[in-house]
C-alpha cells in the first residue's frame, strides 16, 4: 500500500486516475482503516487529503449558507454553534454516528462515500438541499446530495473523481430541520429507521417541504409525496397521517437482525411525524 | 515495501519511528516506540481500549495510521501521572476499585480526562454518553462512573 499525502484536489485526483489498482480516500479512517484491518478491503493507493489547505473548515457562504471541508470532524460540526443553530438536523445526524472516539475523526463526506443506506448524516444534508462539489479531471461541478449513493457500499462518483466541499444553503428565518433515527438502544449502533424532514413555513402553513428516509431502501431516498403531503396545511391530523402513509409507501426494506420489514415500515411512518412536528417547531421559532 | 519516517510529540516528547504503511497509531506506539499502555481491545474503534489524544482530541488510535501522526501531539496514558503521583483519576479509580482485569482502564482514564478538560461538571448522563464508546466487560460501569464522578468533584475543588 502507497500512503500519498497530496496538497491540492487537483493532485489528489490525479493519483487516483493513475491508479491501476484499489484507491481509497482517507479522511477520518472510521470506515477505511476498518475495512483495511479486516482485510475487506485493502487499497494500493491510500490517499490523506487532510494536507489539502482548507478541508478542516467551516465556513459561512456570501449567501448565508456554509461550506464545510471534507475532512472536518463529527465532533468539530457539533462544538460549531452557529452551524446547529441554523441547521440542528444536519448537526445532530453526524452527531448519532459512533462513540466520542469516532466522533473525532469522522466526516460527513465519508459518511456519504461509504454509500450505506443507514448513514446517519446524509439524509439531513438531503433534505437541507446540500450539494456537494466533485473534482475530476475536467474542473469541479456541484451534484445534489442524493445524486451520489448509487446502492449499498456504492456511489456515482467516478474512479477519478472525488468530493471537495458540501455546500449547505442559507436556512433562512422561518426555516427549520430535524433528523431522528430508531436503535435498539441508546447509543452506538446503526438506523433501523432514520428520517430528516426540513421545512419552510409562512405563519402557520407549510410552504415547502423535503422528507427524506434512511435504512429502508438500497439507498437513501428522497420522498416527494411526503413532502407533497405537508405542503400547504398546518401540519395538522390529516397532513401528518397522509405524511405517515407517504413513508410507508416509500419504504422497501430489508428484513435483519435490527429490524423486520414491518417493523421498519411502521417506524418510519412514526419518525416522520416526530421529526415533522420538531422540524415544524423550528421553522416557527420555537426552541426545541 | 519502503517504511514511511514519521516525527511526532508523544506527551511532550519528539519521537521518531519507522513504519509501514499499514501500521495503525496503536501498533506504533505499542512496537515501535515502547508504550504499550493503550490496549487493542478489538481493533474496530468499538471498544475505546486504545484512546488517546491526536492535537487534543479524543481518538481511538486502531483508527488512526501511523503516518498520520506526523508534527502531531498525541497523548497517552503513560503521560497522564507525574512520576510517582497519580492523577486524581488515576487514584480514584483504585479507590473506587474500578478495576478489575485492566484492560479498558487506561482507554477510560484517557477519555475521562479528555471530557473534564472540556467540561470540569458533567452530569452523570453526560459522562455516560461521553464513555459510552469505552467497553468494559468486569465492572458493569457504576464503579467506573463514581471514580470518574468523584475525581472530577476533587479536581474542581482543588482548582
Redesign the interface.
Known amino acids: 500500500?502507497?500512503?500519498h499525502t497530496p496538497t491540492s484536489f487537483e493532485d489528489a485526483t490525479a493519483i487516483a486516475a493513475r491508479a491501476t489498482g484499489i484507491t481509497r480516500y482517507?479522511a477520518?479512517?472510521?470506515d477505511v482503516?476498518?475495512q483495511?484491518?479486516?482485510d475487506a478491503v485493502?487499497p494500493d493507493d491510500?490517499i490523506?487529503i487532510?494536507h489539502i489547505p482548507g478541508v478542516r473548515e467551516i465556513a459561512r457562504t456570501e449567501g448565508g449558507g456554509w461550506r464545510i471541508g471534507v475532512a472536518v470532524?463529527g465532533?468539530e460540526m457539533s462544538e460549531h454553534g452557529e452551524l446547529g443553530r441554523d441547521w440542528p438536523g444536519i448537526v445532530e445526524g453526524m452527531d448519532l454516528i459512533?462513540?466520542?472516539?469516532?466522533q473525532?475523526?469522522a466526516t460527513l463526506v465519508g459518511n456519504l462515500c461509504n454509500g450505506s443506506p443507514a448513514a446517519d448524516g446524509v439524509p439531513a444534508l438531503i433534505a437541507a438541499r446540500a450539494t456537494v462539489t466533485v473534482t475530476g479531471p475536467d474542473g469541479a461541478r456541484d451534484v445534489a446530495v442524493e445524486d451520489i449513493p448509487a446502492g449499498p457500499g456504492k456511489t456515482t462518483l467516478a474512479r477519478d473523481e472525488m468530493i471537495s466541499a458540501v455546500n449547505i444553503p442559507a436556512q433562512g428565518t422561518n426555516g427549520g430541520d430535524a433528523y431522528l433515527r430508531f436503535i435498539p438502544r441508546t447509543?452506538?449502533d446503526i438506523a433501523v429507521v432514520g428520517c430528516a424532514v426540513n421545512l419552510t413555513v409562512d405563519g402557520d402553513t407549510i410552504t415547502a417541504a423535503r422528507v427524506v428516509l434512511g435504512a429502508v431502501a438500497p439507498t437513501i431516498r428522497l420522498v416527494e409525496e411526503a413532502a407533497a403531503a405537508l405542503i400547504g396545511t398546518t401540519l395538522d391530523d390529516a397532513a401528518l397521517a397522509a405524511l405517515a402513509e407517504a413513508a410507508e409507501a416509500a419504504c422497501a426494506p430489508i428484513d435483519d437482525k435490527r429490524g423486520t420489514i414491518e417493523f421498519r415500515t411502521d417506524v418510519a411512518g412514526v419518525l416522520a411525524k416526530r421529526a415533522a412536528k420538531i422540524a415544524y417547531a423550528r421553522a416557527r421559532g420555537e426552541a426545541q | 515495501m519502503s517504511k514511511i519516517h514519521v516525527t511526532t510529540t508523544i506527551n511532550g516528547d519528539e519521537v521518531e519511528y519507522l513504519c509501514d504503511p499499514r501500521e495503525t497509531l496503536l501498533d506504533c506506539l505499542r512496537d515501535r516506540v515502547g508504550l504499550t499502555g493503550a490496549k487493542e481491545g478489538c481493533g474496530t474503534g468499538d471498544c475505546g481500549a486504545c484512546s488517546v489524544t491526536l492535537d487534543g482530541r479524543l481518538v481511538c488510535s486502531c483508527l488512526v495510521l501511523g503516518a498520520e501522526a506526523e508534527g502531531k501531539e498525541i497523548t497517552t496514558i503513560e503521560g497522564m501521572a507525574q512520576g510517582d503521583d497519580l492523577h486524581p483519576l488515576q487514584r480514584k479509580f483504585i479507590e473506587h476499585a474500578a478495576l478489575q482485569c485492566g484492560v479498558c482502564t487506561p482507554g477510560i482514564l484517557v477519555a475521562a480526562k479528555a471530557l473534564l478538560e472540556k467540561n470540569p461538571d458533567p452530569t452523570e448522563t453526560e459522562m455516560r454518553y461521553w464513555l459510552a464508546g469505552n467497553l468494559c466487560r468486569c465492572t458493569g460501569y457504576d464503579k467506573i462512573i463514581r471514580a470518574v464522578m468523584d475525581a472530577a468533584e476533587e479536581m474542581r475543588e482543588a482548582s
Open positions: 500500500m502507497r500512503y482517507l477520518g479512517g472510521t482503516l476498518v483495511l484491518r479486516s485493502t491510500l490523506d487532510k470532524a465532533a459512533g462513540s466520542t472516539q469516532v473525532g475523526r447509543e452506538m
